[in-house]
C-alpha cells in the first residue's frame, strides 16, 4: 500500500515559502545566530535528473526527477520520494528541509532530503513502474548511499519500491561491496532487510502523540470522535491503531471523494476496501459527503494524513474539532495555522507528530548496519521512547518561550543544528 496519497489541488503560495515563513518565526523567537539561519535557509544540493524509459507497448517516455539534500550536519542525509504530477523542485525543498528539522527534533542521526519523480503512477502499469524506478536509481548515482543519502517512502511509493532501488543500487557495485550496502534505503520489505513495524510506524507515531495529548488535557480518546484526510499508509495505520483504543473515525477524504457515517466508519475494513479499490469512494457503509460538508464535519480530532496546504484561511474557518494532529508533510499553511490558534484548535505538528516513520526508518538502518533483526516489541518500545522525548521536548520548549507547539518544535530542532554548528565550526 502507498504511504499517502491525496490529489487534491494546489495552493497558490509554494510550500517552500511556507517553510521559509515557519523557519523565520522560530529563528527570530529563539535568536538564533545569523551565520547559521543563512546556512539553513539553502539547501546544499539540487539533483535533477531527466531519463528516458521504454514503456510496454515499445515507446520511449522522457521522465524527470529530483532529490534535495538540504543539509548533513547531523549525519548522512534521510527522506522520502514521492511519485506525483506535482512534485517540482520547490515542493522537493521544502519537503527536504522538513527532513533536517524532524530529525534533528527526534534526536536522530541523520540530515535531510526528500526526492520524486514527476508522473501519476496510476498511469503505469508495474513493470513499467519498475523501470522508471531502476531508470531513476541509476541516474541519481553515487547522488544516494548507505552513508550518504538514504531514501525511503514517501506519497505513493512503498516497500515494493525500495527493494527496486536497494537492487539497482547494489547491482552497480563491486560483488564484494553489496551485501554490506543494503542500508541504501529503508521501507524496504522484511524479507528484503526492512524492520518489523516500518510499515505502521508513521501512524503509530501519529496515534502515540495524540495519546499523550490526550493524557495531558484529561481527554477520553475512548469515545472520542476523528476525521481524516487521506487514506493511504499513514492515515489507514493511524486509524487501524486507534481503533482498539476506543475512537469513532466519522469521516474520511481522500482524492477519490468524501465518506461519513455518524455511527462509524471501520478502519479495518476500509483499509481492505482501497487496498482493491484504490480509494474510499464506493464504500458502501457510508454516505457521500461533499468536501467542504467534509471540513464542517465536527469531530473531536481532526488528522490530516494527505498532502501539503490543506488546512488554509477557507477550510481552517470550516473546522470544528478540538486537536489537529498533523500525520502529512506541511497539511497548514501559515494562514490556516493562525486561524487555528485564534479558534483555540491545539495543533501536534507534522515534524513531531509523523516522525515516527523516520525514526523506525533509522532503527532498520541501524539493524541493516550490524546486521541485526529485532523483534516488534524492541522496535515499538524504542520508537515509544524517542517520540515521547521528543513531544516532551517541544512541550518543555512551548513553555519557556510562551509560543505554539509548532514554532516550539523548530526552536528544538534548530537548537540542536545550532550548537553542532558552533562547535564545528565553517570550513576551512
Ligand atoms: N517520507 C517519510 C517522512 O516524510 C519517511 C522518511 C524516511 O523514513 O526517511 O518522514
Not at 527522506?79 to 527532513?99: C, E, F, K, Q, S
Not at 560483488?175 to 503509530?204: F, M, W, Y
Not at 462509524?264 to 457510508?286: M, N, R, W
Request: glycine content about 10%.
Amino acid at each position: 500500500m502507498v504511504e499517502e496519497r491525496n490529489d487534491s489541488k494546489k495552493a497558490q503560495r509554494s510550500i517552500y515559502e511556507n517553510v521559509k515563513m515557519q523557519f523565520s518565526k522560530a529563528a527570530d523567537i529563539m535568536g538564533l545566530d545569523l551565520n547559521i539561519c543563512k546556512i539553513l535557509a539553502c539547501t546544499d544540493n539540487e539533483i535533477q535528473v531527466h531519463f528516458p524509459v521504454k514503456m510496454d507497448d515499445g515507446r520511449i517516455e522522457m521522465f524527470c526527477g529530483y532529490r534535495v539534500q538540504h543539509n548533513n550536519v547531523l549525519g548522512p542525509y534521510k527522506g522520502g520520494l514521492r511519485y506525483h504530477p506535482d512534485v517540482d523542485i520547490d515542493d522537493v525543498r521544502a519537503l527536504a528541509t522538513w527532513m533536517t528539522w524532524k530529525c534533528s527534533l527526534a534526536n536522530i542521526p541523520f540530515g535531510g532530503a526528500k526526492g520524486g519523480i514527476k508522473l501519476d503512477p496510476f498511469r503505469y502499469s508495474l513493470t513499467e513502474l519498475e523501470h522508471i524506478t531502476r531508470r531513476f536509481t541509476f541516474a541519481l548515482g553515487m547522488n544516494i548511499g548507505p552513508e550518504y543519502d538514504i531514501p525511503a517512502p514517501d506519497v505513493n511509493t512503498n516497500p515494493q519500491i525500495m527493494a527496486w532501488i536497494m537492487d539497482t543500487y547494489l547491482s552497480t557495485m563491486p560483488a564484494d561491496e553489496r551485501n554490506r550496502n543494503i542500508h541504501v534505503v529503508t521501507g524496504k520489505p522484511i524479507a528484503s532487510g526492512g524492520s518489523l513495524g516500518r510499515d505502521k510506524a508513521t501512524g503509530q507515531g501519529v496515534v502515540l502523540t495524540i495519546q499523550e495529548w490526550a493524557k495531558d488535557h484529561d481527554f477520553e480518546l475512548k469515545g472520542a470522535t476523528y476525521t481524516m484526510q487521506g487514506f493511504g499508509n499513514v492515515g489507514s495505520w493511524a486509524g487501524r491503531l486507534l481503533k482498539p483504543l476506543g475512537s469513532t473515525l466519522i469521516a474520511v477524504e481522500d482524492h477519490t471523494g468524501a465518506i461519513y457515517n455518524k455511527e462509524g466508519i471501520d478502519p479495518d475494513e476500509l483499509t481492505a476496501y482501497v487496498q482493491e479499490h484504490g480509494g474510499i469512494l464506493g464504500y458502501s457503509k457510508a454516505e457521500v459527503i461533499d468536501h467542504e460538508g467534509f471540513w464542517r464535519t465536527k469531530a473531536d480530532i481532526f488528522i490530516p494524513a494527505a498532502l501539503e496546504n490543506q488546512i488554509t484561511a477557507e477550510t481552517a474557518h470550516w473546522l470544528d474539532v478540538k486537536m489537529v494532529a498533523e500525520g502529512a508533510n506541511g497539511p497548514t499553511d501559515p494562514e490556516g495555522d493562525e486561524i487555528l490558534q485564534s479558534k483555540g484548535i491545539f495543533v501536534i505538528p507534522d515534524i513531531l507528530c509523523n516522525s515516527g516513520g523516520v525514526i523506525v526508518s533509522y532503527f532498520e538502518w541501524l539493524q541493516n548496519k550490524r546486521s541485526e533483526f529485532w523483534d516488534l516489541e524492541e522496535v515499538d518500545g524504542k520508537l515509544h521512547k524517542i517520540i515521547i522525548k521528543a513531544y516532551r521536548k517541544v512541550q518543555g520548549t512551548a513553555l519557556e518561550l510562551n509560543t505554539d507547539w509548532r514554532t516550539a518544535a523548530y526552536v528544538v530542532a534548530l537548537r540542536r543544528l545550532e550548537r553542532v554548528y558552533q562547535e564545528r565550526g565553517i570550513f576551512p
